[in-house]
């Protein structure tokens, strides 16, 4: 969630705080140093068929010169 109300409720079921507590018992800096602090999950990118993607194989290339960046480009029209 992205609002302030969001955000609160998640930490209400999180963390098993009532809604008192939350805004009387606890600053709010903590709770923002928490929210940012929080572990996130990363979303697995799937192919058409619903399979994961293997980014370990994807091919990078770098681009240092004009001339690299113009056959990049090429490449794609």
């Not at 068929?49 to 056959?71: A, V």
Request: aromatic letters at 12%; hydrophobic letters at 35%.
């Amino acid at each position: 969630m992205n609002s302030p109300w969001g955000n609160r409720g998640e930490l209400l079921r999180n963390f098993g705080w009532s809604y008192e507590y939350l805004l009387w018992g606890i600053s709010w800096l903590n709770v923002q140093l928490m929210i940012a602090d929080a572990p996130r999950a990363k979303e697995v990118p799937l192919d058409e068929n619903g399979n994961p993607i293997d980014e370990s194989q994807t091919i990078t290339q770098e681009l240092t010169t004009k001339e690299d960046i113009k056959n990049y480009l090429k490449g794609y029209m």
